[in-house]
């Protein structure tokens, strides 16, 4: 009986076409091994270990607060952290307005903060507390003499408080800079009257409603001021209008009402 011959055995260019398969399917095999090897030894050795934790944007608390709001300690398993969690935990806060959490390398966590603006300080019991933007009151951190937002005085109604915080926020953040205090300066004609002492000297009489919109303007409109020949510091009232009155003008004219007022007093 005849020997039948593979036809791969007969021509050389088949059994070398076999052998570099064969042989990529084994280098394939051994890479796939080497890597989950690689993965094994990773996973059980010290490189998996939270080793460096990044925070970035914090300004409102320090950065060690975050590290133990966010429940992760050098040592952990980089794998078992849940970094949604973690970032749900963190936009808990009050003051934060995102978080998120990242892996990076083989064995750093980097936890990127975004704060809510402060826009304001509130002063509480001989002390100063932040006020953000979304209306929340920061009570983890206070300071004894603010300088870098205006401080607010007599608000005590909490909706006319968040209305004020939602106008201030959409200042242009060099304006925001030039206010002092602002203080509730409302009546019986206008319940959205607040008086703003700014840092280069002048009072600005404004109405809540519309104070973002007219007070983005106080650069040009003192500029206009201060290009008159003679002028002096005083009163900035944009409440319907805007125009504009000297402190002597205007404490001139208070001093006459009030000598009136005292002579019709002594006349009865």
Known sequence: MEKIIDLEDRIPSFREKRRKRTNFKFIIVSAIFLFVLLVLIYLQSPLSKIQHMNISGAQLVEEAQYESLANIKIGDSMWDIDTGAVEKNLEELAWVEKATVKRQWLNTVHIEIEEWQKVAYLAKDHTFYPLLENGELLEESKVMTPIDAPVFLQFEDEALLKKLLKELAELEPEVLAMISQINASADTADPYAITLFMNDGYEVRADLTSLASKLNYYPSIVAQIEN?????????????????????????????????????????
Do not use: F, H, L
């Open 228 to 268: 008159q020949e003679q002028y002096e510091k005083g009163i900035i009232d944009i409440e319907v209008g805007s125009y504009y009155r000297s402190y002597t003008d205007e404490y001139s004219i208070e001093i006459e009402m009030n000598a009136g007022q005292d002579v019709m007093e002594d006349e009865e």
